[in-house]
């Protein structure tokens, strides 16, 4: 079965500079969420969209933006990089994102970000 | 806002014990998720409970949510080493459609 597809990896960055990662979701999957895990901390919810528009805003800092295409890909555009921006970044997609019977989430890989 | 808490943080067993993490919300929930991470990786959806005082079984797990839908608890007998790894309980409150995470639990198994 097709899952969630993250890319880059992995990715290495300097300070103030940008960095855009992209998220691939399941196929017919409504709903794309952004996380951002530090290392041994729980995912934390940037954002979300439903239907290729934005639906909820986490703890995404206003450096970050994000949006969901037409084939509903998804993008999370990081200017200004600090070092505190180091974690990994997970996108996940859910199908029904809106029936609290149906939300699941599945997750990609993960984008390891190492900012220097 | 909303606050999930899990307890413990680690917990380490022999092979072969049992273990149990507890999830408990600051807010009633319309739903109750679990995941797994293993060490390195992402989180997998294990399960989700919709009703109030639901139990569900996957084999050696067992994942309970309580009768006023605000905690839930996930259960393994007999761990294995495959079981290593972060349990993390999601649920969103009531008029929301995000999950909060709970911090995990992380879960060392020893042979």
């Known amino acids: 079965a097709a899952g969630v597809i993250q890319s880059p990896r992995h990715l290495i960055k300097e300070k103030r500079e940008t960095a855009t990662l992209k998220c691939y979701p399941i196929?017919?999957?409504?709903?794309v969420y952004w996380y951002q895990q530090g290392p041994g901390q729980d995912p934390q919810f940037l954002i979300s969209?439903?239907?290729?528009?934005?639906?909820d805003k986490g703890s995404i800092p206003d450096r970050f933006s994000a949006q969901q295409f037409s084939d509903y890909h998804s993008e999370l555009n990081m200017s200004s990089l600090e070092l505190g921006d180091s974690a990994l970044y997970f996108c996940?997609?859910?199908?029904?994102?809106?029936?609290?019977?149906?939300?699941?989430?599945?997750f990609g890989p993960g984008t390891r970000l190492t900012v220097l | 806002g909303q606050q999930v808490m899990q307890i413990p943080q680690y917990q380490h067993v022999q092979e072969g014990e049992d273990f149990t993490t507890y999830c408990n919300s600051s807010?009633?929930?319309?739903?109750i998720q679990w995941y797994k991470q293993r060490p390195g990786g992402h989180p997998v959806f294990l399960i989700q409970?919709?009703?109030?005082?639901e139990v569900k079984k996957q084999k050696r797990l067992t994942f309970q949510f309580g009768e006023a839908k605000k905690n839930s608890s996930l259960h393994i007998t007999a761990t294995q080493t495959t079981d290593v790894g972060t349990y993390f309980c999601?649920?969103?409150?009531?008029?929301?459609?995000?999950?909060?995470f709970g911090r995990g639990t992380s879960l060392i198994v020893h042979p």
């Open positions: 999601a649920g969103p409150s009531r008029g929301s459609y995000i999950p909060t």
């Open positions: 196929p017919r999957h409504d709903t």
């Open positions: 969209f439903y239907e290729k528009m934005q639906s």
């Open positions: 409970l919709v009703k109030s005082g």
């Open positions: 807010t009633t929930l319309s739903n």
């Open positions: 996940a997609s859910s199908l029904g994102g809106r029936d609290p019977r149906y939300n699941e989430q599945f």
